[in-house]
């Protein structure tokens, strides 16, 4: 069973930057994709950003598109930069296998979740 634990997660202004790490319990193939969710009060879970660590491939949300970059191994990163009141939620990290890029954005594609990490952005 592989296990993911979140951390890095606070409290900023807008405008600043904050970096967040996901670390695996161990690695395997139901980790090849790595993604992060974020959820805020009375939300939808949102697909913020993949990696496919065997292919070095990354994958964005619309909304954090040019703000957050995705990377590492593992641990895998989230750097976000001119984070805005809007980012303000909790952020999961989740773990699946490879498969079609398309299911990678849907949070029901991944079997493995972290128990999230809260970011918040005063504005």
């Known amino acids: 069973q592989v296990n993911l634990v979140e951390s890095g997660g606070g409290l900023v202004q807008a405008g600043d930057s904050l970096r967040l790490s996901c670390a695996a319990s161990?690695?395997?193939?139901?980790?090849?994709?790595m993604g992060w969710f974020r959820q805020a009060p009375g939300k939808e879970r949102e697909f913020v950003a993949a990696?496919?660590?065997?292919?070095g491939t990354t994958y964005y949300g619309d909304s954090v598109k040019g703000r957050f970059t995705i990377s590492g191994d593992n641990p895998v990163h989230l750097q976000m930069t001119r984070l805005k009141p809007e980012d303000t939620a909790v952020y999961y990290c989740?773990?699946?296998?490879?498969?079609?890029?398309?299911?990678?954005?849907?949070?029901?594609?991944?079997?493995?979740w972290g128990q999230g990490t809260q970011v918040t952005v005063s504005s």
């Open positions: 989740a773990a699946r296998p490879p498969g079609f890029e398309s299911g990678y954005p849907y949070a029901y594609n991944y079997p493995t």
């Open positions: 161990v690695r395997t193939a139901s980790t090849n994709v």
């Open positions: 990696i496919n660590w065997s292919v």
